[in-house]
Structures are given as structure tokens and as C-alpha cells.
């Protein structure tokens, strides 16, 4: 009963962070911050300020959900590898603590998107700058904690793949999403300049980075601490 229990917290936590996720980064995100652009980055944002506060508020619920996960998946995965599981465990917590530290540069920048007389004592091109600044610090912050993250599936993706309870095809989709988000924020921290090779990797990983962890999530959801029918 208390791995079923942790297996449905856990699938349950990971689904509800594909969907905010989606949301946060993939929709808001993406769509509020041009790149290269501060001027069009911080009309975006000014106005559409309560889609932004959104965002901060989905990341939010992304980081907690992590912590829910780190220790759901430990309950879970330490009959099959205590040692192990406990590693990943703690690996995952120190991604979410990297996160935390990410989302605060967003909430700078919220504050640098609303009024405040302090605000008059900048130029509008200055505020603009400074919100690029901090919208940068953001991603590279959580770009460093992505690569501790795919430390977190490697450990996750070699206990499922030798569990023998947990089918094969997601201990292999979880250890090639390790090595995406390892390969994809390595290079984008210490290679920046190579944008173009990047992208690439990008979409070679995309599919087990997106597949690998929410394939798990559903996987915990379904079948996840049931016992096997008997024939």
C-alpha cells in the first residue's frame, strides 16, 4: 500500500508539472520574452503583467511539485535500491533548490514591470536592460540546475531499467533523457556559442526528455505499486 500510495503521489506530481510546465515556460514564457530584444521583451510584460505573475505563480507550483516527486519516488524506488534511490532523491532536491534560486530573478523582474517610484529614478532604456539581465540569470540558473536534474533521471532511469518491475522501455527513454539534459545544458553553459549545434541536440533529445519522465508519470499513475495479477 505505501508504494502504490507513492507511486500515485508521484504520477500524479509529474503530470501536474507537464502541465504547468507547458504552461509557464512553453506558453507565457515563450511568448512574453523575445530574445535579443529588450524593448519588445518589456512592452510584453508590462502589458500583460497578470500573465507574467501567472508564470511566477506556475513555477511555483512546478518547484513544489518537484519536492513531492523527490520524495515520492524515494518511498517508491527504495525497496528495488535503497542507496540509490536515496541519491536520486537528494539529487533532485538540489535541482529544485537551484530552481528556487532561478525564480527569484523572475520575481525582480516583476517588480522592475510594475510601478514604483524607485523605478523613476532609471531610464526606460536602463529598466529594459535590467529585466533582460534578470530574465538571462533566470535561464542560465535554471539551465545549471537541469544539468543536476539529469543526474537525477540517470540514477532514477538505471534503478527502473534494473528493477525488473518496471517496464524496460522507460529505464531506457529516462537514461537517454539524462543524457539530453546533460549534454543540452552542458553545452549551453560552457559552449553558448554554439547555438546552432544546441538547437540540434535539442531535437535529437527531444522526444525521450519529453516522453522519459511523463511516460514514468503515467506509467506510476496506471500501474505504478500494483501487485501482479495471479494467473
Known sequence: MAERKSALTAGISLIIM??????????VHGSLVVKGDAGATFNNIVTSNSLFKAEIVG?????????????ALYIFLKPMNKNLSLLGAWLRLTYSAILGMAILNLIVVLHLSGPGTYLALFQTEQIQSLMMLFLEA????WSIGLIVFGGHLLIIGYVALKSGSIPKVIGILLLLAS????VVHLSKTFLPQY?????ILNLVFAIPMIAGELGFGIWLLLRGGKLPKSA
Open 138 to 141: 533566470f535561464e542560465s540558473i
Open 195 to 199: 547555438d546552432g549545434a544546441i538547437a
Open 59 to 71: 513555477w511555483v507550483i512546478i518547484l513544489i511539485s518537484d519536492i513531492v516527486v523527490a520524495w
Open 179 to 182: 543524457i539530453g539534459y546533460m
Open 18 to 27: 507537464a502541465l504547468v510546465s507547458f504552461f509557464s515556460y512553453g506558453f
